[in-house]
């Protein structure tokens, strides 16, 4: 069964009096406990489609719907993880794991053991109680995903969650998203511009089109997992990297063709 299914979604921008098309005709259904990565061209409108399905924007036209149930604004089925840490700066990191949690009225110690669980989780168990002036970059992102899986969602959707780390803090950070997969399974959507981090991670690696973007072609990894940063050079993992490369420079190769 398909956890998330966008059918005929388009997306139409009024720019100041003239319209910009954002999106035309997405159709993509993500399974129950796919980590499923999309990638395209700069401008393509992938972080508009993940916010369409994270209800922070309206699509223009079409369906889009969670376990059969139509998407009509942001809700605690889906969590969110974006580039930037959104963390509050006056907070631990136990109180803004816990944030959410108190939010929706769950006890204090509830709430407290959860949080511990998932600071455990991402290995920053010795960090409860540091606030996030005092964190690299890279731990900051693991309390932001620490967060965003506390409050249990459905589907966690990652907008290039990584593409502010450095190279090497990247690749931890990725290793440490395909453990935290393996073990809560949660469904995930995951946006990036990387296609090494594309194929690293994915189930199926979604391409899609130059603006306005469509999804042109499904790709599945057929890795075994678990996976970590020897996937990245057998040759399965180069074969796929090539043919999604080859895409993507065939669309940007396009679009600056047709400017």
């Not at 005709?25 to 399974?31: E, F, Q, V």
Request: hydrophobic share 40%; with cysteine; charged share 25%.
């Amino acid at each position: 069964m398909s956890k998330l299914i966008v059918e005929q979604v388009g997306k139409t921008f009024d720019t100041g009096g003239s319209a910009v098309e954002a999106l035309s005709d997405i159709n993509l259904k993500i399974a129950e406990n796919e980590l499923a990565v999309i990638v395209g061209p700069s401008g393509c409108g992938k972080s508009t489609l993940l916010n369409i399905v994270a209800g922070l924007e309206q699509a223009s036209r079409g369906v889009i719907a969670m376990n059969g149930k139509s998407i009509e604004g942001p809700g605690a089925d889906r969590g969110m993880v974006f580039q930037s840490y959104t963390l509050f700066p006056w907070l631990t990191v136990q109180q803004n794991v816990e944030f959410g949690l108190k939010i929706k009225g769950v006890n204090p110690k509830e709430r407290q053991e959860i949080a511990r669980h998932y600071i455990d989780l991402v290995g920053l168990g010795g960090f409860a109680s540091a606030l996030p002036k005092e964190l690299s970059g890279g731990m900051k992102q693991r309390v932001a995903i620490a967060r965003a899986l506390a409050n249990k969602p459905e589907m966690l959707l990652m907008d290039e969650p990584f593409g502010a780390l450095d190279a090497q803090t990247r690749l931890v950070m990725q290793e440490l998203l395909l453990r935290v997969w393996e073990q809560e399974r949660t469904t995930i959507l995951f946006i990036t511009h990387d296609i090494d981090e594309a194929v690293l991670l994915a189930e199926n690696v979604y391409v899609m089109s130059r603006r306005p973007g469509r999804i042109r072609t499904q790709i599945q990894v057929p890795i075994p997992r678990p996976r970590d940063h020897r996937a990245t050079v057998s040759p399965e993992f180069s074969a796929i990297k090539k043919e999604i490369m080859e895409m993507l420079w065939e669309e940007s190769q396009t679009a600056a063709n047709e400017k």
